[in-house]
């Protein structure tokens, strides 16, 4: 098996490959990758040529993170896919062996990937980090919110503090990268719903008091997948703005954290089916390493 690193040339029939395997993903959702990610290049894709068409794919996403005032150098691992005609015959896995051999090469600390099938990658050393989220019902409880879209600054300084301050280690996050992250958020089925796609709100009472969330309106929630605020608001208002969400909506708002953050709220998480998990290449504390759903890749 050749493993092949794309370019911009190949790149269109890459994004054939994807549409066909993963068809509820609009196309210019790897596109977006290609034009607004600034770590990212064609040659961060690899494939598998057999018949003289594309069988199998997977990318490797050169990740930032930032610990306290550190810089930590990842990769990102996705868009795994193979042909549903050469299923079974390890082409997968040849194209995984060469990206973690890779990693370890580029002085990678970890490689990272969001899956919903973790027992296919613990056979590669992958341990689960999990994904969490709690579910809040008060649509029936008057509750004087208003609710704006958000300044991306505002987002940025304040999201860099409560992760700073509750000691997780995330993606590196600046106006640029934030701006990307929704650029192409905006055609992944994870962030859009019918007409719907999500946004950075801000939430805030008539005390002024707010907090930031990145949703959308599904079928039965409104879908927060991160929550960020001041660290010196009070538990208790944080829970009122998101009652006050939930009564604007209408439905119920499931929210997606990291357990520290859920913990500090005092609210009793569960574990998605979707889950995050780490490949170790140098020592890392896992229960700080925290990989929000709107920097999903």
């Not at 050749?2 to 370019?7: E, F, Q």
């Not at 280690?169 to 007409?195: E, G, M, Q």
């Not at 995050?276 to 929000?292: A, S």
């Amino acid at each position: 098996m050749k493993i092949k690193h794309a370019s911009y040339g190949d790149f269109s029939k890459i994004t054939d490959f994807l549409t066909l395997i993963f068809p509820e993903d609009d196309p210019k959702y790897y596109s977006g990758f290609l034009y607004n990610d600034q770590l990212f290049n064609p040659d961060r894709v690899f494939y598998i040529e057999e018949d003289n068409r594309v069988v199998s794919v997977l990318w490797s996403i050169p990740r930032i993170f930032k610990d306290g005032d550190s810089f930590v150098f990842s990769v990102g691992i996705a868009n795994v896919g193979t042909h549903p005609e050469y299923r079974g015959k390890g082409y997968a896995t040849t194209l995984m062996k060469y990206v973690i051999s890779l990693a370890h090469t580029e002085g990678a600390n970890f490689v990272i990937l969001v899956t919903g099938i973790p027992e296919y990658y613990r056979k590669y050393g992958f341990f689960n980090i999990g994904k969490n989220y709690v579910t809040i019902n008060n649509n029936d409880v008057l509750s004087d919110v208003s609710i704006r879209v958000a300044n991306i600054e505002d987002v940025v300084e304040v999201s860099n503090s409560i992760y700073c301050k509750l000691n997780l280690i995330v993606p590196l996050r600046n106006y640029s990268t934030l701006k990307s992250s929704l650029d192409w958020n905006r055609f992944s089925s994870h962030f859009v719903f019918k007409d719907s796609t999500a946004n950075w709100y801000e939430i805030t009472d008539s005390d002024r008091k707010r907090i930031f969330v990145y949703g959308v309106e599904k079928e039965k929630f409104y879908e927060v997948f991160e929550i960020v605020f001041n660290m010196d608001l009070d538990v208790k208002d944080v829970k009122l703005l998101l009652n006050g969400l939930s009564f604007v909506k209408k439905k119920f708002v499931r929210i997606f954290a990291h357990r520290s953050l859920l913990e500090k709220l005092k609210l009793n998480y569960e574990d998605d089916n979707e889950t995050v998990m780490c490949l170790e290449i140098k020592t890392i504390d896992l229960n700080r390493l925290f990989l929000p759903v709107t920097d999903y890749f």
